[in-house]
């Protein structure tokens, strides 16, 4: 396809949007404005986050997409195509191999390692959006540092239900000073935002990019007595028997039964490819 | 025995497939051509190119055709294909008061110089169907007057001879491109006209009616409302002049409104400005209000709390392929998020008995 540029964007959105990332990444949890173009999918189906991929692929990258921790859940499948046409990079399933990883809602369950980027498509970019639903005040209490309202909404979830309760897109404080949306990731992703590969967080619809760089320190909001915890569903995957990892829940018949089965559908496929069988599961 | 859901990609192309049938409707009907839509659906078209913002009636009745009449998602298409287009440069302004005018009214002027030009409007029509289009579509040639040759002059002018409106300062600067930096507040006018005029017609009318029904009213005369086309020019630096590049249809709405006067002004008629490309009445009407509505602060005026006042409100959901995208991305699978909401619901419910039945013993 030659009708458009390498990775579609022209080399001028490129760098702009190049240089609003290496802000994002002086100013780790900073929402940095940019002029996000109109790209030929809808807003909220992940054009921040494609912005971002097509602003930092080259075409040595080997590029992989997840949706809810899956590479064949449908949009994912969209965008993957979509730079395979546009960009014919090479792409994969594998965590281990991508050297760009895009994601919706989930962090890989395999570590990530120095040298891969991390790209998350974000919603609503404004952590305090649902406490405070103007903007020009958001960044105003961002650039004071105010962050008091915040506090007492996690303290009144105390109060009122004995947990906080936010169970995904759950605040994290970046480097002791910017309150961070990590993406409606669950919060039992939370503790691998403290990462050795770069994060960069796009949102297109809401014009904002903001970054977390390798090694950066990012704690969830909580308090002494009530610590933050990463919790998921009791049980372990039913096809490859992991306890570690994040499940979903698969209704298998009328009568309503349930199994678990990891989200991370490559990390399920690799336990299996390696003889980890679950209760439902068959021997590979 | 259970294995996880897989066929994204064969679901995608069969589903692509579907709707290419759907489009196409049933074969032995006549398959309607651009040409016709771009000629019959001139409306439709005119408002796909306004809130496309892309003057290209033969795109915008081909995208209207790909979205099977779906304007929104015509207006989508016509939006992804503009921002891949490069930018040769910028035209000067286009100068209303030489539009060959279509139609023209005032609802403030009986006559003023240029005269009141009906035009083609639904205005007076009856709403009766005309069963007679169901059978053939021919029509009697309409009469027609020699067009005006002379400029027609804004009638907001003949008001500003007086000093009874607010003066609107003509100056040079190079207003801000909505679609190549960040909306940062607060937006000065230009910004604020700009994205109302690419703004979604229904949310607009929605905004402007809501001024007239008392949030915010700032009672609107349409001063001069006028449809036509107007040559667009264009400074070539090789050539040190302008040079005529083409001719666009557009609608200008000048409002005259109220205003009592404030703690710096004397009390004067204000202005609201509407302008869209096509004849797009409705919309410039809109636009015009709304306007209007979004100045009170450089006019002194109170804030009444009224949403057509606020800002942000209105500029961050005018745009209906930001609201359309958001809205319908809801469709797209959070199981995982879902998961995370059953887990917390399912434990708080535990606890939650655990409570009650201790209470009870």
């Known amino acids: 396809m030659t009708d458009y540029n390498f990775a579609y964007l022209d080399e001028q959105t490129k760098r702009m949007i190049r240089r609003a990332i290496l802000k994002g990444l002086a100013v780790p949890g900073y929402q940095v404005p940019f002029a996000s173009r109109e790209m030929p999918m809808p807003y909220g189906w992940g054009t921040g986050g494609v912005q971002l991929s097509a602003a930092v692929m080259t075409p040595d990258d080997t590029f992989k997409v997840i949706d809810q921790g899956s590479d064949d859940t449908t949009n994912a499948v969209s965008i993957r195509r979509f730079f395979e046409r546009t960009a014919g990079v090479a792409v994969t399933e594998e965590t281990q191999e991508a050297t760009v990883i895009q994601t919706r809602h989930r962090i890989p369950e395999t570590p990530l390692e120095a040298g891969q980027i991390l790209v998350y498509q974000v919603p609503i970019p404004e952590p305090l959006r649902f406490l405070e639903p103007s903007e020009v005040e958001t960044r105003k209490m961002h650039s004071l540092e105010e962050y008091g309202l915040m506090h007492v909404k996690l303290y009144e979830d105390i109060s009122q239900h004995g947990a906080i309760a936010t169970a995904y897109a759950y605040p994290v404080m970046v480097r002791d000073r910017y309150v961070m949306d990590p993406s409606p990731i669950p919060k039992f992703d939370n503790p691998k935002l403290h990462s050795p590969a770069i994060q960069l967080f796009g949102a297109g619809r809401e014009q904002r990019i903001y970054a977390v760089p390798p090694f950066t320190k990012v704690v969830s909001l909580d308090f002494e007595d009530y610590p933050f915890e990463a919790s998921k569903a009791e049980g372990a995957c039913a096809l490859c028997g992991a306890d570690n990892s994040y499940l979903d829940e698969v209704i298998m018949d009328d009568a309503g039964h349930r199994m678990f089965v990891c989200s991370d559908s490559d990390f399920c496929t690799t336990r299996r490819a390696r003889g980890h069988v679950g209760t439902e599961g068959v021997p590979s | ?361």
């Open chain 2, 1 to 361: 025995m259970y294995v996880a859901v897989k066929g994204g990609e064969r679901a995608i192309d069969n589903a692509h497939a579907l709707l290419a049938e759907k489009r196409r409707g049933d074969t032995s009907v006549v398959e309607l051509s651009v040409a016709q839509i771009r000629e019959q659906l001139s409306l439709a078209v005119n408002r796909v190119m306004a809130e496309g913002s892309l003057f290209d009636p033969d795109l915008a009745a081909l995208a209207i055709k790909q979205a099977q009449g779906d304007l929104i998602e015509a207006i989508f298409l016509i939006r992804a294909y503009r921002t891949t287009l490069p930018r040769f440069g910028s035209s000067r302004p286009i100068e209303t008061g030489q539009m060959a005018c279509t139609r023209r009214v005032s609802a403030t002027f009986k006559d003023a110089p240029g005269g009141q030009v009906l035009g083609p409007t639904f205005d007076y029509t009856h709403r009766l169907l005309d069963f007679k289009l169901m059978a053939d579509g021919e029509v009697p040639e309409a009469e027609t007057a020699p067009p005006r040759t002379e400029p027609t002059p804004h009638i907001m002018d003949f008001l500003n001879t007086e000093g009874l409106i607010e003066e609107e300062e003509a100056h040079d600067d190079t207003p801000p491109d909505l679609t190549r930096v960040p909306l940062e507040l607060p937006a000065e006018r230009p910004l604020r006209l700009q994205s109302l005029t690419r703004g979604d017609e229904g949310f607009i009318l929605g905004m402007a009616y809501s001024t007239q029904r008392g949030y915010a009213r700032n009672h609107a005369f349409v001063g001069e409302l006028r449809t036509g086309t107007v040559p667009v020019e264009m400074e070539i630096p090789e050539l040190g002049f302008a040079i005529e590049i083409g001719e666009i249809e557009v609608s200008e709405c000048e409002t005259v409104n109220q205003f009592k006067g404030s703690k710096t002004e004397p009390p004067q008629f204000t202005r609201g400005y509407g302008l869209i490309f096509g004849q797009s009445e409705r919309k410039a009407i809109s636009m015009a209000l709304v306007d209007r509505a979004l100045r009170w602060k450089e006019l002194g005026e109170d804030d009444v709390g009224a949403p057509a006042q606020n800002e942000e409100f209105v500029l961050y959901h005018a745009d209906n392929i930001q609201a359309t995208g958001f809205l319908e991305h809801i469709k797209l699978p959070h199981y995982v998020d879902f998961q995370a909401e059953l887990e917390l619901v399912r434990k708080m419910r535990a606890e939650a008995q655990t409570g009650l039945q201790e209470a009870a013993e």
